[in-house]
């Protein structure tokens, strides 16, 4: 597989939420490293503290991303979907407030070529984790949203398909190798994958009844 970024014209903040996760000698470094059991356990930790954080502005908290399907390599970066009713900027003072970082300009997500919803239903609040704790990434996303569905969707995708996730993961790993200081690149090649096992992972739920409702608190 040929692997050759194709620019988007976009800044890379716009692209995605997840910047690469080490930085060494002042520049970024995109390392994916190999599964590790300990990540569920971190996550149910940032739950508990983002759930005291924001009460009942929380309707849900979730873990999602690749350090969220058993097995999958991944960046050290724990995702955190927070299900909300909307996106209310009161939601990023309260996180603020407890000593995540707010990142104003990353408020969508990527949106898949050939998605039946609009634009502004890929909307979000992003914060990066707390500095000096471990590296975490909280998505705030309305619920019903087409953001919200799809992280849950392809999280649950990856874990009942072992063969795709192998295959993503040995993706990001070339990737990663080809475009370590490069997240503009290491995305131009990411994005489109993603979105054709989006358009599988679609098909799948409707076969199987997925629903995001049931998925949400996994």
């Excluded at 470094?29 to 940032?46: D, M």
């Excluded at 990001?172 to 290491?186: G, Q, V």
């Amino acid at each position: 597989m040929r692997l050759a970024p194709q620019r988007s014209g976009r800044p890379a903040d716009c692209r995605r939420a997840d910047p690469p996760c080490r930085r060494a000698t002042g520049r970024l470094v995109i390392v994916i490293q190999p599964y590790r059991a300990s990540w569920p356990g971190e996550f149910q930790t940032l739950r508990a503290h983002l759930a005291a954080v924001l009460g009942g502005h929380a309707r849900h908290i979730a873990h999602i991303g690749s350090t969220a399907v058993p097995g999958m390599a991944a960046k050290d970066v724990i995702d955190v979907q927070i299900g909300v009713e909307r996106l209310d900027p009161g939601v990023a003072d309260l996180l603020t407030g407890a000593g995540y970082n707010f990142v104003a300009r990353i408020d969508r997500d990527h949106v898949p070529p050939g998605a039946a919803a609009a634009e502004a239903d890929w909307r979000k609040l992003y914060c990066r984790g707390r500095t000096g704790e471990r590296p975490s990434h909280i998505h705030v996303r309305a619920l019903g949203s087409a953001n919200h569905r799809y992280a849950l969707l392809f999280r649950d995708y990856l874990r009942a398909h072992a063969g795709q996730r192998l295959a993503i993961e040995a993706i990001k790993r070339e990737l990663a190798r080809r475009h370590a200081h490069d997240a503009e690149a290491y995305y131009s090649v990411k994005d489109p994958v993603y979105d054709l096992v989006w358009h599988a992972a679609n098909d799948w739920a409707a076969r199987a009844g997925w629903r995001p409702d049931a998925a949400a608190e996994a």
